[in-house]
């Protein structure tokens, strides 16, 4: 079964750069996904197919993908960033098709 | 405005049953793939189950397999999960969510979109 493998955790203070990766074995191939979650909300897409944007994500939210790693890199943090950041593959390697959720990266700003 | 309502929630002993059901607006349901994910308490995302937008083809997760059934009516524009023999490690809020658009690379391989869209989630408790 494909895996996804995440830090727990990253911190950053307000107005610098927070790197999330994202882990996997040739991820490169695959399209990635990255969610936003606060507390007692549900996730929000902010973004898709490696690098792309929803409408209403800001620019400061931008994501690549090569080799085995993705990286999903928030520009100019703010303390609204604050939340739990989930990557997502769809695994189609084998028979048993199936989305894959990385751990989640508790993203904590000082 | 696309919205995604689930319900059906409770608490249910181990073993037990329970049929969870999300209404979803704005948008051509029949023309979208919708899964199920969950998320126990305290714990990340998992990923349970896939239903296309015909509901000819449907995928689920091993911890799951067997037990949960996905199902959908595109009259009603709904989606369900009728989950059986409940365990104490099923707790979990559980979300509806849709699939964004895919598209083929030029090598022809299908790239799958993210889930655009979410319910708020419902809770299922699995005590005695």
């Known amino acids: 079964s494909y895996v996804l493998t995440q830090p727990p955790s990253v911190s950053v203070a307000p107005g610098q750069t927070a790197r999330i990766t994202c882990g996997g074995n040739?991820?490169?191939?695959?399209?990635v996904h990255w969610y936003q979650q606060k507390p007692g909300q549900a996730p929000v897409l902010v973004v898709y197919d490696d690098s792309d944007r929803p409408s209403g994500i800001p620019e400061r939210f931008s994501g690549s993908n090569s080799g085995n790693t993705a990286t999903l890199t928030i520009s100019r943090v703010e303390a609204g960033d604050e939340a739990d950041y989930y990557c997502?593959?769809?695994?189609?390697?084998?028979?048993?098709?199936?989305?894959?959720f990385g751990g989640g990266t508790k993203l904590t700003v000082l | 405005e696309v919205q995604l309502v689930e319900s059906g929630g409770g608490l249910v002993q181990p073993g037990g049953s329970l049929r969870l059901s999300c209404a979803a607006s704005?948008?051509?349901?029949?023309?979208?793939?919708v899964n199920w994910v969950r998320q126990a308490p305290g714990k990340g995302l998992e990923w349970v189950s896939y239903?296309?937008?015909?509901?000819?083809?449907?995928y689920y997760a091993d911890y799951v397999k067997g037990r949960f059934t996905i199902s959908r009516d595109n009259a009603k524009n709904s989606l369900y999960l009728q989950m059986n023999s409940l365990r104490a490690e099923d707790t979990a809020v559980y979300y509806c969510?849709?699939?964004?658009?895919?598209?083929?690379?030029?090598?022809?391989?299908?790239?799958?979109?993210?889930?655009?869209?979410w319910g708020q989630g419902t809770l299922v408790t699995v005590s005695s």
């Open positions: 239903i296309s937008g015909s509901g000819t083809t449907i």
């Open positions: 704005g948008f051509s349901f029949s023309s979208y793939e």
């Open positions: 969510a849709r699939d964004g658009r895919g598209y083929y690379d030029s090598s022809g391989y299908y790239h799958k979109g993210g889930h655009d869209y």
């Open positions: 040739n991820i490169g191939s695959k399209s």
């Open positions: 997502q593959v769809w695994d189609s390697s084998s028979d048993h098709l199936h989305w894959v």
